[in-house]
């Protein structure tokens, strides 16, 4: 069995390319991105990170791709930071530092 193909995120891409993460925090399953701007995105995922886990790369965004399993944020620096999705739909959103909506999935 292989892995879905990971496409470019046609939508979400340019709203947040050039932004900076800043800070991930975690509140159960659900990834909190902090962008530079204040803007933060909620991703459900399918369980937070064991606490050993190494932190992940920051920086600021040049792409994001995804398929029905993850989410990939391509930075500037060359890394990547993955995140699984609880579902292949309705796990994404983001808010501007008003708390306007900016992006749903």
Same mark, same amino acid.
């Not at 193909?5 to 399953?29: C, D, H, V, Y």
């Not at 933060?40 to 886990?53: C, D, Q």
């Given at each position: 069995?292989? +892995?879905?193909?990971?496409?470019?995120?046609?939508?979400?891409?340019?709203?947040?390319? @050039?932004?900076?993460?800043?800070?991930? @925090?975690?509140?159960?399953?659900?990834?909190?991105?902090?962008?530079? #701007?204040? /803007?933060?995105?909620?991703?459900?995922?399918? @369980?937070? &990170? +064991?606490?050993?886990?190494? &932190?992940?790369?920051?920086?600021?965004?040049?792409?994001?791709?995804?398929?029905?399993?993850?989410? *990939?944020? #391509?930075?500037?620096? @060359?890394?990547?930071?993955?995140?699984?999705?609880?579902?292949?739909? /309705?796990?994404?959103?983001?808010?501007? *530092?008003?708390? *306007?909506?900016?992006? +749903?999935?």
């Amino acid at each position: 069995m292989t +892995a879905p193909r990971m496409r470019r995120n046609q939508k979400l891409t340019p709203i947040i390319k @050039g932004r900076s993460i800043a800070q991930i @925090g975690w509140e159960g399953p659900t990834a909190n991105l902090h962008f530079d #701007d204040g /803007s933060v995105m909620r991703i459900h995922t399918t @369980g937070a &990170p +064991a606490s050993n886990e190494p &932190p992940p790369m920051l920086g600021k965004v040049r792409a994001v791709r995804q398929s029905t399993e993850t989410i *990939a944020f #391509d930075l500037e620096n @060359g890394s990547t930071l993955q995140i699984s999705l609880a579902e292949a739909t /309705s796990c994404v959103m983001l808010r501007n *530092a008003k708390e *306007a909506l900016e992006y +749903a999935d």
